[in-house]
């Protein structure tokens, strides 16, 4: 239940999510949360997604953002898809075993509670792990 988008700045990751995001809006039957690095996509997105800018909640690290996405599906079971754009950028980190350990914890939480997650990653797919390409 994750898709990962992953490709160099400027390759049309963001176009693609935007255009992933505005569909669900119109397609899927839960709430649709959208997760990013700040807010560049407040104009490009449908009004009814929940655009959430990370900087202000500092999630720095995986386990913050664990936590940060279980204490979101905790208080409010309707969410059915959750996009998340430049992973790696938002923690602050490089792509690498802690980035496909995260996305397989991701696979598996939405695998229990009906959530799909759409991620994107702002490097070369050469980058990505054995575990991740599973994802791509």
């Given at each position: 239940?994750?898709?990962?988008?992953?490709?160099?700045?400027?390759?049309?990751?963001?176009?693609?999510?935007?255009?992933?995001?505005?569909?669900?809006?119109?397609?899927?039957?839960?709430?649709?949360?959208?997760?990013?690095?700040?807010?560049?996509?407040?104009?490009d997105?449908?009004?009814?997604?929940?655009?959430i800018?990370?900087?202000?909640?500092?999630?720095?690290?995986?386990d913050l953002?664990?936590g940060?996405?279980?204490?979101?599906?905790?208080?409010?079971?309707?969410?059915?898809?959750?996009?998340?754009?430049?992973?790696?950028?938002?923690?602050?980190?490089?792509?690498?075993?802690?980035?496909?350990?995260?996305?397989?914890?991701?696979?598996?939480?939405?695998?229990?509670?009906?959530?799909?997650?759409?991620?994107?990653?702002?490097?070369?797919?050469s980058?990505a792990?054995?575990?991740?390409?599973?994802?791509?």
């Amino acid at each position: 239940m994750v898709r990962l988008i992953m490709g160099v700045k400027g390759s049309g990751k963001t176009k693609q999510l935007i255009e992933l995001i505005n569909n669900a809006a119109k397609d899927e039957p839960g709430n649709v949360v959208c997760i990013e690095a700040n807010r560049n996509m407040t104009y490009d997105i449908h009004y009814h997604i929940r655009l959430i800018d990370a900087q202000e909640y500092k999630l720095n690290s995986y386990d913050l953002f664990r936590g940060f996405i279980s204490g979101l599906y905790a208080g409010n079971y309707d969410i059915s898809h959750v996009f998340i754009d430049n992973l790696c950028k938002t923690v602050g980190q490089e792509v690498g075993g802690d980035t496909e350990a995260f996305l397989n914890w991701l696979d598996a939480f939405g695998e229990k509670n009906n959530i799909k997650f759409t991620v994107t990653i702002s490097a070369d797919t050469s980058l990505a792990t054995e575990g991740m390409r599973k994802f791509l």
